[in-house]
């Protein structure tokens, strides 16, 4: 009779052990039915709310009793419940009929102090973003494996055919018939090399070095290197930069690949002409509810921008509108190596004006 209720209806024997559940409650948890039968009423919870009094009393629940409980479904998205504890008894053993309903609007609406509703909708959405982050990150992890399995078979191959080729370029002379033929298998293949090359650094199998950075040193030794490519595609840097910037403990190496990454983004959107703005600071932060100062380096183009349906995939690795021009690796492996800094690196854009990417960088505790 229950299963057909559209109200997400669950049995719980008194040590909170679920015992039945409709298929409502299936949609509301995310959990099959199967799933749900072998969970406890604590593993429905957000982390921080399994230590609640009211499953320690379960036993001595006497008479109908509704509470307030942030549940977390499977996918981990957090939100707020209203669970209604109801006692039965069931073949002589006490048991508990859950009714549980979504609040998550209605409280914050009922909200007692606009202050609570800001504080518990940022808990909300850092638990969220959190539960993203994990998501993420396993999606690298598993990428960078098949990376590394990829790079690893073709890498001496890759190698070898260089080597001949450029022992054939050194024999033959430029009036040679297949002399361009061979300049293109060179280029090509070298093309390939640096791709595995950024397979390799994309799988993480160059470990971090770490020492004390001047950031602003190391932006400017970034933009020289790039020169060239401003110079081609006819673009102006802006610098606004603040005195007396914190020394960053990073890896330089990585970094600078972070914003050479970034800087060769926004000139290859600026084919004709255009402005990049590079701008230092340091800003204050919440980062797992403690504040944090960060370095924050943007890097602005006013190039042609990136439509809002890309915007979410640009950190997808292989994502890429450049054609075969581009690997698509770029942003991801920026992600992977701020990730690891215990930094960040956040994309805005406005199609047709331009795009903002802003990179964060912890300031350690008394620089
Ligand atoms: N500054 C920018 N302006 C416009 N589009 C951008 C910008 N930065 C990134 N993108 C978009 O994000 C996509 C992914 O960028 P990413 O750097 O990861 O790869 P890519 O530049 O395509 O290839 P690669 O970096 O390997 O040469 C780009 O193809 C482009 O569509
Ligand atoms: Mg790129």
New binding site residues.
Partial sequence: MVEGVTLPLMVADEDGQIIFANKSSQEFTGYSGTELLGLNLRDLCAPYESGRYIFSTLSEIKKTTEVDIDLRRKDGHIFMASVSFAPFDHDGSPCLLLTLRDVTTKRLQEGKTREDEERYRRLLDERNMLQDQLNRSSKLAFMGEVAAGIAHEINNPLGIILGFVQDMLDEVSEDYPLFESIKIIEQETTRCVEVVK?LLDFARLKPAQRTQVDILQLLEDSVLLLIPQFKKNKVKIRRAYENGLPYTVIDPDLIQQVFL?VM???I??MPNAGELQLSLGVVRCQQSQQDQNYVRVTIS?T????PQK?LKR?FDPF????GGK???????VCQQIMDDHGGKIE?E?CEGAG?T?SIYLPVQQGT
């Avoid at 190039?303 to 990136?306: C, L, S, V």
């Fill in positions: 950024d990454n060769i983004n926004g290859q959107a183009d190039g042609h921008g990136i890309d640009v994502f890429t509108t450049k581009g690997t698509g690796l770029g942003l991801s994309i854009s795009t990417c």
